[in-house]
């Protein structure tokens, strides 16, 4: 039938006893509603494309879609034809990306595969360190997930990727950048090692164009700051008190002295061995423990530690964590020593700089830092020597030269102890 469709006539339709009636509208050419046995109505337009081919677009269901708004759809449909669009073919389109999608794995999904892969590496002794995997999943948490992470990884495209790169450049800085730049860089030669794609979509000197790498620090604290840094820590509490302070005396990196644990630490021999799954070149670090050292663990051992497991946590705000919250900690520090525009990274070149300048051997003062770059090549394949015993030697002159600087360390030491027995 076909007439000019009301409100009214539209309820008062009752379904057929078989088949189907279909009511044609004359306002809105080719419009109609039609009703099955079963009851159920629907809505769809009937026209010929640009294409001179017949279409029925399905509008939706009645009474959800009501005639008004049937006869709006109807003439947007009838605009899309005329332009050449097939309505038809785009909603196919979309049912299939979105099924693909659905069972493709999705950035996120594998961008998590692939840190398992390396951690499960890492405890083979090689792999990624416990920084390096909070970075990546750092970026995958602030800058690709929320942007990519549900979308299939096969579908994302070059401009997606060095979007993210531009996005972290202009918002967190060349330094975030870089990271970012390079971290998406590795997952992605992961991907296509892996055959999750056929190849990497980023340029290969993508970091170096979208984020060119900014000027190597080179600030290292004096004597008279290193000294107001060390006595500001007495403005903290006992466990961030204790972070600072290794950090001075111990030269070791933030995550390794944040996640130092009950188990890797001799107080009577006065050791801290860092096992190679904690350290970043992946291999056990010994740290000598001067009297400084010591009286910094002190005020932080707890009375029950025969009772811990040998991985409980230290320095963590949580009992039994590691220690969080830097920037407040760093924050803290700079009002109370008047110290500024310094890095926690930044306590570590000191150190460096100050063996040198206490007369220890480049050789030395590498090993205490755990660096292995200068032992490549020629040089690491001929001198199998690990230089353990001049790096503690060297740590220990550091510790020295550090006590004499803060105050005689049998003072410290004193001082620490009347606190933990607080």
Excluded at 56 to 63: A, D, E, Q
Excluded at 142 to 152: E, F, N, S, T, Y
Excluded at 217 to 222: E, G, Q, T, V
Excluded at 228 to 249: E, H, S
């Amino acid at each position: 039938m076909q007439r000019d469709l009301t409100d009214a006539f539209l309820r008062s339709l009752r379904p057929p006893a078989s088949g189907r009636i279909e009511a044609w509208d004359t306002r809105v050419r080719g419009l109609h509603l039609r009703m099955t046995a079963t009851g159920a109505a629907s809505w769809a337009v009937r026209a010929n494309g640009a294409d001179g081919r017949r279409h029925r677009v399905t509008l939706g269901p009645y009474p959800a879609l009501p005639l008004a708004k049937a006869r709006q759809k109807a003439l947007e449909t009838l605009a899309a034809l005329a332009q050449g669009q097939n309505p038809v073919a785009e909603r196919r389109q979309a049912r299939e990306r979105r099924r693909a999608e659905a069972v493709a794995p999705t950035v996120a999904a594998r961008w998590q595969e692939w840190a398992d892969i390396a951690s499960r590496t890492a405890l083979r002794g090689r792999g990624w360190s416990d920084a390096h995997r909070e970075r990546v999943d750092r970026t995958l948490r602030l800058i690709v997930g929320p942007a990519l992470g549900k979308r299939a990884l096969r579908d994302i495209t070059r401009a997606d990727w060095t979007g993210l790169i531009a996005t972290a450049h202009r918002e967190r800085g060349p330094a975030a950048a870089g990271n970012t730049a390079r971290v998406i860089g590795a997952f992605l030669s992961f991907a296509e090692t892996s055959g999750w794609i056929d190849a990497s979509p980023l340029p290969r000197r993508a970091a170096t164009r979208l984020a060119p790498p900014v000027a190597a620090r080179a600030r290292s604290l004096s004597d008279d700051e290193l000294r107001r840094v060390w006595r500001a820590a007495d403005a903290l509490g006992p466990k961030p008190r204790a972070f600072v302070r290794l950090l001075i005396v111990t030269a070791c990196r933030r995550s390794e002295v944040a996640g130092l644990r009950l188990g890797e630490v001799d107080r009577e021999a006065g050791l801290w061995t860092i096992p190679a799954a904690r350290a970043k070149n992946r291999a056990a670090h010994a740290v000598p423990l001067g009297p400084l050292a010591l009286a910094a663990l002190a005020e932080v051992w707890p009375q029950d530690a025969a009772e811990l497991a040998p991985d409980h946590a230290l320095l963590g705000h949580v009992r039994g964590s590691a220690l969080s919250g830097f920037s407040k900690i760093k924050a803290r520090l700079d009002r109370a020593s008047g110290v500024t525009d310094w890095t926690w990274h930044d306590l570590r070149r000191t150190a460096r700089t100050g063996m040198s300048r206490l007369g220890v051997s480049r050789e030395a003062a590498e090993a205490a830092l755990a660096h292995i770059s200068g032992r490549g090549g020629l040089v690491g394949v001929y001198d199998r020597h690990d230089y353990a015993r001049e790096a503690a030697e060297a740590l220990r002159t550091w510790q020295a030269f550090v006590a004499g600087l803060v105050g005689q360390g049998a003072e410290v030491v004193a001082l620490a102890e009347r606190r933990a027995k607080a």
